[in-house]
Nanobody
Framework: QLLLDESGGGLVQPGGSLRLSCTVS????????IAWFRQAPGKEREELSC????????SYADSVKGRFTISRDDAKNMVYLQMNNLKTEDSATYYC??????????????WGLGTQVTVSS
């Protein structure tokens, strides 16, 4: 069974940076496309970024393009989301999600429990 575990959230001031990590266990990360989502209270869940198997294809939502960077280290079974120039509106619970094995980005059937990011002065 594939398991995802997010970490790295916390409190940061506007303009600051955080790096979120998604630890993948239960199977080899190389089989999976991985996405990052977020959801703030009262708002819909938003897909922020996805990285395909082998990292050949990466996509970003307009809301984070140029500020967030997704990366993966298959040897460590880790996926990262580097978040720079954070804004108060980036405050949310952040989730990583995996597509079914060998699938492309776009549909995800395994989710982590999330990590909270709060951007506030």
């Amino acid at each position: 069974q594939l398991l995802l575990d997010e970490s790295g959230g916390g409190l940061v001031q506007p303009g600051g940076s955080l790096r979120l990590s998604c630890t993948v266990s239960g199977n080899t990360l190389a089989y999976y496309a991985i996405a990052w989502f977020r959801q703030a209270p009262g708002k819909e869940r938003e897909e922020l970024s996805c990285i395909s198997r082998r990292g050949e294809s990466i996509s970003y939502a307009d809301s984070v393009k140029g500020r967030f960077t997704i990366s993966r280290d298959d040897a460590k079974n880790m996926v990262y989301l580097q978040m720079n120039n954070l804004k108060t509106e980036d405050s949310a619970t952040y989730y990583c999600a995996a597509a079914p094995a060998s699938w492309a980005c776009g549909f995800y059937d395994t989710w982590g429990l999330g990590t909270q990011v709060t951007v506030s002065s």
